[in-house]
């Protein structure tokens, strides 16, 4: 039985209570000789807690291999020979949500499904207000209940009447007065049964009209988005009470029952909003608003699905008309948009009216803008933000249906979490980088009397049997156990679990005042009952760079005024700090904006600020002059930069710290430390002057204040919308339907589409015959290899596509690969299968299409035509491949190492860009197919320049490379836009491609704090 909320396990003991049933785990000692007991005697046996594979010495059970010995029937368990009674039950559970069990399980077993349905909840609810409110209301629907039964008996009763008057009747009917007299009055009969039936189900309707169970089913979603996510129904009960009996009465029906769902669905908001992580919290309200809204039937399914995935769609078949300002996946995303029923017309309108569209595409708040006439009063409020989905994200719509509350997450409460825990019920932090919960808990401990009543283990290796004692203790006495990091202790887990379920919920052996605390990062180990039964927590380091130098300038050792006063160089100490604490700040907040802040998301802790404060304190002391290049050297290159494995992002960090680390901070009063001026290091003295400062900083940063340009709060947004509609993703059902078809079919044609465009594959013989290897064109090698890769990748997408297309009509088995393949289309993402065969690419599923058969079409006519003046660079499937020939071809020709060779590069003119720019038979190749992100190409003043307002990404001219002797080069050139990647051989990541040198009017470290990269691809 498939048992998440435990309605099993109790609808189970309950039936057998008279039976003696036992109750066992699998984990339990002792679970095999409790079962051949109940083998023998007859009785009946729940296993709770089933993985996903069963215990082989259950097979014989399973397949009931019993033997008959002297007329007895036995069977063997293990080692044993055990009577068989055909009276014994055997019951398993499992408290899995959606467990993989193999055919061979399944087929020994009767699986039940015992997860709670809307309906069924709805109804427990119903049950639940109307015995506490009116219990007249209760008793009336269970009398509708009753007269209904009584009304269809009646009609059986009246239609068998007639029956039997119409086959007993003689002649003519007519004349049969008694036959009359019956048939008028069960019509008489039938048609006040009639409309007793018809008051009865009003009544019963409006009963239910009270029923909104669908808040249970959106918090129980939440485990896809991560494992700690974990509620029990007798939780969310429990909940449900309570706000019966706290939420404001009234008379009045109507406004009682919307008394009741306000007060339960913020009871609901706040209490699983302190055990989201704040990534999480505002996903919640997003699922929450709408998962209300649909309940009541105001989402339509298609443009819900909409909104997520922007449609899926293989080609656009209309040509953007406003490319200047509107990027082509917006315009494909419009498109899409008008193929909906209450869009039809959207997509005519906007090409005959784009300066009234561009006016909410350049809007700083577009969602305040009406829409252009006629859609602003067409549209409902969740319809508008698919339109400022295509043209510009907004996340406006929580507000605007269930108010501002619900985007202003309670804060963290510890006070609360205790006072709602008791002895039997963990209290579980959460822990995410960067987050320590211990000096808070400690703090709270002297608070509530129990510091020396207090007993902490970080578990591990060996340290279970310890952890044990402690809790027996702790539950002897009435103290306080800590339990940290249980994520590392995967294996003693099931024994917690046990401890958790038998050893502290005995009233009769723990006392009152015991509590075991718990800390874990999340983990799919650590088990489901504990994180339902328990309090989950989660304490997060506030974010902001205001909140973080307060943060610094409040915690250990800054705060201590015997550390903050030991400099014997006070002027100096206090601006050193301060740049130290504001550069902390910025380097853990730049992590908000994705690859451009840094390429890969390094944890930069508290340790981190506390050694490099101790540094700076002891080589002041130490010397007379301040030492910045050795202070420079330990903090950039030792403390933080340890952290960092990416050769560019340790450029970037000690670029970073020169802002900070420099003669001027020391010699300039208020010295800026951000462009504007905003951002200045304080005049005061004293810690308290630069605590008034820090305050008195905006709440929310700028871009500036990063280094980053204005376009960084664009990436970052769409960063955030990215990541939002991915994790509601994570929690819908796979299996769809909208505009008249079912999932299955939209994945039929989509599948079918994708074949008739792959082209067949490229014959490798002929090409090698035609471009044979030859020493001085290593060019030809290339092409051989690219088409190697390239076949192989739509072997892959081909084979998969037919595979799927058999499976979904039932002639081939659908496994986990082809099943996930199915659920990727459906959500318009490029299958993981195709992937682990393809060019890193982040692409959608039908830009990822266009984009193949465009690198397909590049090296057919390769083939055909012979080599290309003009090399698009970001067609190849493994770049350096191509970039190695090169150098080759040079090295050669000129018998250098190819080791003591780079790469010079020299932008070419426009007009050239479409005619053979050089003869093939001069050094160097051209190539094209660049982009830019954090800067743009000025090609009047041919150099780099700032970026556009709202034009993240900017085309490249076509360039021309040719080798020459090894020189640094500044700018680096990715494969895709998230520029991580796996630490290869040459020590570079497998997303980076080379280096390049592009001139520029302003410094360096201008360009490198700004996260200035080139890309070979696009995210759409």
């Known amino acids: ?50 993985s996903e594979e069963l215990d082989p010495v259950l097979e014989p059970l399973m397949l009931r291999q019993t033997f008959k010995h002297s007329g007895v029937e036995y069977l063997r368990l293990g080692e044993s020979t055990i009577q068989y009674s055909h009276d014994f039950r ?34 427990q609810l119903l049950s639940i207000v109307a015995a506490e409110e009116k219990p007249e209301l209760e008793e009336s629907k269970n009398q509708l209940y009753l007269e209904g039964a009584l009304n269809r008996k009646q009609l059986k009763e009246i239609e068998d009447q007639i029956l039997e008057v119409l086959s007993l009747s003689q002649g003519n009917i007519l004349e049969d007065e008694r036959a009359i007299d019956i048939l008028s009055s069960s019509r008489k009969l039938s048609q006040e049964i009639l409309e007793k039936q018809e008051i009865t189900t009003a009544t019963e309707r409006e009963i239910d009209d009270t029923r909104d169970g669908v808040l249970f089913f959106v918090i129980s979603d939440l485990a896809n988005i991560d494992p700690m996510y974990q509620y029990s129904l007798a939780w969310f009960i429990n909940l449900y009470i309570s706000s019966i009996t706290q939420s404001e009465r009234s008379a009045l029906l109507h406004e009682r029952i919307s008394n009741l769902n306000t007060h339960f669905t913020y009871s609901v908001y706040q209490n699983v ?22 309940n009541r039937g105001r989402v339509d399914e298609a443009e819900w699905r909409f909104l997520l995935t922007g449609g899926v769609a293989l080609e656009n078949p209309y040509s953007n008309p406003a490319p200047a300002w509107l990027k082509g996946q917006s315009w494909g995303e419009l498109v899409c948009l008008s193929t909906l029923t209450s869009f039809s017309s959207l997509r005519k309108h906007f090409c005959s009216n784009m300066a009234e569209w561009k006016k909410i595409y350049d809007a700083s708040h577009p969602n305040e803008l009406p829409l252009p006439e006629p859609w602003e009063d067409m549209l409902t409020a969740f319809q508008r933000l698919l339109v400022l989905r295509c043209i510009r994200p907004d996340k406006q719509f929580i507000i605007d249906h269930m108010g501002a509350p619900y985007m202003e997450p309670p804060p963290f409460d510890l006070q609360r979490s205790y006072r709602d825990s008791s002895h039997g019920t963990p ?6 980088p960067g987050a320590d919960p211990m000096a808070i808990l400690l703090r709270f401990a002297e608070e509530q009397g129990m510091a020396g009543a207090l007993q902490t283990i970080s578990l591990g290796q060996g340290q279970g049997p310890i952890a044990r004692r402690m809790i027996q203790k702790g539950v002897a006495e009435g103290t306080w156990v800590v339990l ?27 006392r009152p005042g015991f509590r075991l605390w718990l800390t874990s990062y999340p983990s799919a180990d650590f088990p489901v009952s504990i994180l339902q039964d328990g309090i989950k927590m989660t304490n997060e380091p506030p974010k902001g760079l205001r909140a973080n130098l307060l943060r610094s300038y409040l915690s250990d050792p800054i705060s201590d005024p015997a550390f903050y006063r030991g400099c014997s160089k006070p002027r100096e100490w ?6 130290l604490c504001f550069f902390h700040g910025l380097v853990q907040e730049r992590r908000m904006f994705g690859s451009l802040g840094w390429n890969v998301p390094y944890e930069f802790n508290e340790f981190d600020l506390r050694i490099s404060a101790r540094q700076v304190q002891m080589f002041l002391n130490e010397y007379s002059e301040v030492p910045l290049q050795a202070l420079s050297y330990l903090t950039g290159e030792c403390n933080y930069g340890g952290r960092v494995t990416d050769e560019f992002d340790r450029r970037l960090l000690l670029s970073l710290l020169a802002t900070f680390y420099n003669r001027e901070l020391l010699s300039h009063d208020a010295y800026p430390l951000s462009p504007s001026g905003v951002y200045r290091v304080p005049l005061g003295r004293g810690i308290h002057s630069y605590l008034e ?3 008195s900083l905006p709440l929310n940063a700028s871009p500036e204040v990063f280094g980053l340009h204005e376009n960084g709060n664009i990436t970052r947004e769409h960063k955030e919308t990215r990541e939002l509609f991915e994790g509601i993703l994570a929690t819908l059902p796979r299996e769809v339907s909208g505009a008249g078809k079912s999932s299955t079919e939209v994945v039929q044609e989509l599948a079918a589409d994708i074949l008739s465009k792959i082209p067949p594959d490229f014959n490798i013989e002929e090409v090698m015959q035609r471009y044979p290897i030859c020493y001085s064109e290593s060019m030809n090698t290339v092409l051989v290899q690219e088409l190697l890769r390239f076949s192989r990748l739509t072997g892959t997408v081909r084979s998969s596509l037919r595979d799927l297309g058999r499976a979904l009509r039932g002639q081939l088995l659908l496994s986990a690969e082809l099943e996930d393949m199915f659920n990727s289309i459906i959500m318009g993402k490029v299958p993981a299968m195709w992937l682990m065969t393809s060019y890193p690419s982040l692409k959608l599923l039908g830009s990822y299409i266009s984009d193949l058969l465009l690198r397909l079409q590049f090296f057919r006519d390769w083939i055909d035509r012979g080599a290309p003046a003009v090399f698009w660079i970001s067609g190849f499937f493994f770049t350096q491949c191509f970039l190695t020939g090169v150098l080759q071809n040079h090295a050669r020709k000129y018998h250098v190492p190819i080791d003591h060779l780079g790469f010079q590069f020299h932008v070419m003119d426009p007009p050239s860009a479409r005619t053979p720019l050089l003869p093939l038979q001069v050094d160097g190749v051209c190539i094209e197919g660049l982009f830019m992100e954090g800067a743009r190409w000025d090609q009047e003043r041919r150099t780099i320049a700032e970026s556009l307002p709202k034009v993240l990404y900017e085309s490249l001219p076509i360039f021309h490379i040719s080798s020459t002797f090894l020189y640094s080069l500044p700018f680096a050139v990715y494969k895709t836009s998230v520029r991580r990647g796996l630490l290869s051989t040459t020590g570079h990541s497998t997303n980076y491609v080379l280096t390049i040198q592009l001139p520029s009017e302003r410094p360096q470290n201008h360009w490198i704090n700004r996260g200035v990269a080139c890309l070979c691809q696009l995210d759409y």
């Open 273 to 294: 909003c302190r055990s989201l992580f704040e990534k999480h919290k505002t996903l919640f309200s997003f699922l929450l608003c709408v998962g209300l809204q649909r």
């Open 1 to 50: 039985m498939i048992d998440p909320q435990g309605q099993a396990n109790k609808w189970l003991k309950n039936m057998e209570k008279l039976n003696k049933l036992h109750v066992c785990k699998a984990s339990d000692p002792d679970y095999l000789r409790t079962l051949g007991n109940c083998i023998q005697f007859g009785t009946p046996m729940l296993l709770e807690n089933l």
């Open 484 to 510: 940290q990091n249980c994520h590392l202790a995967a294996s003693w887990l099931p024994e917690l679990e046990q401890i958790c379920q038998e050893l502290i919920p005995d009233r009769e052996h723990t």
């Open 427 to 432: 209290l579980v932090f959460l822990l995410s």
């Open 90 to 123: 055997l019951y398993l559970t499992t408290r899995l949500r959606n467990p993989h069990y193999l055919p061979e399980v399944s087929v020994k077993v009767t699986l039940l499904n015992f997860m709670i349905t809307q309906m069924g909840l709805e109804d």
């Open 574 to 579: 206090e601006r050193l700090l301060f740049g």
């Open 693 to 695: 400062c820090i305050r």
